[in-house]
């Protein structure tokens, strides 16, 4: 079996998912092609160096419905015949793009994957209260 290495990162950033939020006007394609180019550049990856793109994505609403790491791929500067695959795991979302990027590797189902987690989001109102339920720790018994 092969290893599984994690060469680079890159955060986003982050603000407020609402109206008068600092990134209200950029949509997620166009934050999460921003992190895909900003790997590209800084790495000097040309062609096909990444095979595909595996996206941590919670809320699969909206803007944000469909495929969005294939979206950003083809919003992006990197050759847009690479595959996107978006995955929904609440909180962990990002952990299992990670997760499942490094079990092809490792399985041999290709060498180069990129994976991210984009955090900013538009949060419709119902999917922010159980997103909040869900990621909450659970409560503490009374003494």
């Known amino acids: 079996m092969l290893d599984a290495f994690i060469y680079d990162t890159v955060r986003s950033p982050r603000g ?19 992190v895909l180019n900003a790997v590209k550049e800084r790495n000097g990856l040309e062609g096909h160096a990444v095979e595909d793109v595996i996206w941590g ?3 699969q609403v909206g803007e944000q419905g469909g495929c969005l790491a294939r979206s950003a791929v083809l919003a992006s500067d990197l050759d847009q015949s690479i595959p996107g695959l978006a995955i929904n795991r609440f909180c962990a979302s990002g ?3 990670v997760n499942l990027a490094a ?3 490792r399985g041999g189902a290709g ?4 994976r991210a987690a984009p955090a ?17 720790r659970p409560p503490r018994p009374r003494s």
């Open 120 to 136: 900013a989001r538009r949060p419709r109102p119902w999917s922010a209260r159980a997103r909040r339920r869900r990621c909450a």
């Open 95 to 97: 952990m299992e793009a």
């Open 111 to 114: 060498s180069a994957r990129r």
């Open 16 to 34: 407020k998912g609402r109206p008068d939020g600092a990134l209200h006007e950029l949509t997620s394609v166009a934050l999460s092609a921003k």
């Open 57 to 59: 994505n919670v809320t």
């Open 103 to 105: 079990n092809q590797v």
